[in-house]
């Protein structure tokens, strides 16, 4: 029951940041007989509807956590079925690792 997300999170997180969320609308793409189903309209709704619960639940909430994990969860949700989300969503990753790093690297000194 459990393989295959199981499956899909380890070739996600084996992918290169910069790449990890168009891989994966690449072999989601695959995977799929048809060129748009009834079960990517869903996904693209359910995603969506993620992304707005968690923007009112991180604004409505003071502590972050909830709202925040909605929000990324609907972003892969749509970005396994929109190329143009996987792009920014890769652009978004590389830019919040170099801040990162920038930031731990500033706090050590």
């Keep these: 029951m ?3 997300p199981k499956e899909n999170w380890r070739c996600f997180k084996e992918s290169k940041p910069g790449h990890r969320f168009k891989d994966r609308f690449h072999q989601h793409q695959q995977s799929r007989s048809a060129r ?3 079960t990517a309209a869903f996904v693209i ?3 969506i509807l993620l992304l707005l ?3 009112v639940v991180s604004i409505t909430v003071p502590v972050p956590g909830a709202g925040w ?3 990324f969860l609907g ?3 749509v970005a396994g079925e929109s190329k143009h989300t996987a792009r920014l969503l890769d ?3 590389v830019k ?3 801040a990162a790093r920038w930031a731990l690297a500033r706090r050590r000194h």
């Design 91 to 93: 652009w978004v990753e």
């Design 75 to 77: 972003l892969g949700m």
């Design 36 to 38: 748009f189903s009834l």
């Design 53 to 55: 619960l968690g923007g």
């Design 96 to 98: 919040l690792r170099r």
């Design 2 to 4: 459990f393989e295959k």
């Design 45 to 47: 709704v359910a995603g």
């Design 69 to 71: 994990l909605l929000l």
